[in-house]
T-cell receptor
């Protein structure tokens, strides 16, 4: 069952912040986050394991609320290069059988 | 390092034809998978494998077959192509560290764009 991402689209000016949410109706083992530029393959951002671990990557960080089966991706001081579609992938197992959300389109304007 | 290599990058088929999308990785990853991507649908898992000789179905397996005879290769076969199979297909691989209870990041190929007329 696909996780649900919100919002579906975000438009920002450079320097603004954004939060992308990912929710699942089932207990999760881990959550992955990926970014995809138009016409390219998805690129890995980070993995969060159950236990509420928070990880960071450049000015992008994420959290995982195990009780709510939710993960949030935080993008701070956005840059033009952050534009793309962000996907969360949820894993009910321990071996990366990921089910992806429908994606959140992030557009950063100068 | 080549990473994950998919061929062909583009293919046009007629309804009813069969074909195989090739995927090879040189990272000695145990885990390999196939996704299809359609507008507004995200990435949907077709089939996956946790090692040579072991495959399993994902979310949308109908109309597709896979096999894993070696660690490196994971071909996806379309048995009788239908217009509904028009999509972009991505192969992805990952390491597995079950003993440490850790999942690996997925490394994606560049994608194969398939059109079925």
């Amino acid at each position: 069952q696909q996780p649900v991402q919100s919002p579906q689209a975000v438009i920002l000016r450079e320097g603004e912040d954004a939060v992308i949410n990912c929710s699942s109706s089932k207990a999760l083992y881990s959550v992955h986050w990926y970014r995809q530029k138009h016409g390219e393959a998805p690129v890995f951002l980070m993995i969060l394991l159950k236990g509420g671990e928070q990880k960071g990557h450049e000015k992008i960080s994420a959290s995982f609320n195990e009780k709510k089966q939710q993960s949030s991706l935080y993008l701070t001081a956005s840059q033009l290069s952050y534009s793309g579609t962000y996907f969360c992938g949820t894993d009910l197992t321990s071996y990366g059988k990921l089910t992806f959300g429908q994606g959140t389109i992030l557009t950063v304007h100068p | 390092n080549a990473g994950v290599t998919q061929t062909p990058k583009f293919q046009v088929l007629k309804t009813g034809q069969s074909m195989t999308l090739q995927c090879a990785q040189d990272m000695n990853h145990e885990y390999m998978s196939w996704y299809r991507q359609d507008p507004g649908m995200g990435l949907r898992l077709i089939h996956y494998s946790v090692g040579a000789g072991i495959t399993d179905q994902g979310e949308v397996p109908n109309g597709y077959n896979v096999s894993r005879s070696t660690t490196e290769d994971f071909p996806l076969r379309l048995l009788s192509a239908a217009p509904s199979q028009t999509s972009v297909y991505f192969c992805a691989s990952s390491y597995l560290t079950l003993g440490l209870s850790k999942t690996g990041e997925l490394f994606f190929g560049e994608g194969s764009r398939l059109t079925v007329l």
